[in-house]
């Protein structure tokens, strides 16, 4: 199954909202979880079943979606979240992840 | 608390095989998957297979069928993942993860490189 990630890379300001979205080659029911990863650390893990915070996010992150369409939303963006962002299906083997959205500092 | 530690870092030349280990602590080793997941300088994460540490089964990523090898250890909580054949793409750092409902949480890395 394959992930495909737009936009690739995101320029914005601290206090945006941002959206960032996930299409599956096929359905994965809500089998989607997001992360985030700073250069040079561990990816972490966000989302998880489409739209479930993983304990310790913080609420600014929400994420949406079922079947094929997903998307992650924060709600006002912080210095700390400018990092990479990746979808992960694992609806099925081989599990797949997107090729990642870099959120920038505009 | 969960913890996943991973062996250091290594240095191989081309044709050798290396092998990565990853300790598991805080949590019941046969209760979760343990996945194994690399991320090549620069570039995006990449999936490589899976074990089931309770019964030692195992599923590979078609890439990786053949030259990879996880297995696991019970009495040390710990798997391992062999990789054989070693090239200069094979440069990655390997992370393991365990999954519970995705991968929450991660090892460390291990920074494999590739060089002759």
């Known amino acids: 199954i394959q992930l495909t990630q737009s936009p690739s890379s995101l320029s914005a300001s601290v206090g945006d909202r941002v959206t960032i979205t996930c299409r599956a080659s096929?359905?994965?029911?809500?089998?989607l979880a997001w992360y985030q990863q700073k250069p040079g650390k561990v990816p972490k893990l966000l989302i998880y079943?489409?739209?479930t915070l993983q304990s310790g996010v913080p609420s600014r992150f929400s994420g949406s979606g079922s079947g094929t369409d997903f998307t992650l939303t924060i709600s006002s963006l912080q210095p700390e979240d400018f990092a990479t962002y990746y979808c992960q299906q694992l609806n099925s083997y081989p599990i797949t992840f997107g090729q990642g959205t870099r959120l920038e500092i505009k | 608390q969960v913890q996943l530690v991973q062996s250091a870092a290594e240095v191989k030349k081309p044709g050798a095989s290396v092998s990565i280990s990853c300790k598991t602590s805080g949590y019941t080793f046969t209760s979760h998957y343990i996945h194994w997941v690399r991320q090549a300088p620069g570039e995006g994460l990449e999936w490589m297979g899976t074990i089931n540490p309770s019964g030692g089964s195992t599923s590979y990523a078609q890439k990786f069928q053949g030259r990879a090898t996880m297995t696991r250890d019970t009495s040390t909580s710990t798997v391992y993942m062999e990789l054989t054949s070693l090239r200069s793409e094979d440069t990655a750092v390997y992370y393991c993860?365990?999954?519970?409902?995705?991968?929450?949480?991660w090892g460390q890395g291990t920074m494999v490189s590739v060089s002759s």
């Open positions: 079943a489409a739209s």
């Open positions: 096929q359905g994965i029911t809500s089998y």
């Open positions: 993860a365990r999954r519970v409902g995705a991968f929450d949480i």
